[in-house]
């Protein structure tokens, strides 16, 4: 129940913004850019994340693959995702025993 209202109001308050907020933003780019443009600005601004995210993706694996090149410990990310999925279980361990069912 904890987790899935965090989940909720971690994706209807992005950043802190109420849903009044984003529904008076929504309102605003329509009437700025009028309802026929703004599929094509959301299509536009999809494609550039998309871009980005394969830009930060390839500069992460060569970086990888540069640090093993030269023989430095690159299971350093390993263990820090490790421990914090530890840390993920042995919360929902405690939450589990607090939760109402």
Known sequence: MIKSLYLHTMWTTPL???GAEIAFIIFIVVMVFGADK????????????????NATNDIKSEVMKSAEK????????????????????????????????
């Open 16 to 18: 802190f913004i109420s």
């Open 38 to 53: 703004v599929p094509e600005i959301a299509r536009g601004l999809g494609k550039g994340l998309k871009t980005i995210r």
């Open 70 to 101: 030269q023989g430095l410990d690159t299971s350093l990310a390993d263990d820090v995702r490790k421990e914090i999925d530890q840390v993920k279980e042995d919360l929902d361990e405690f939450t589990g025993s607090v939760k109402r069912r």
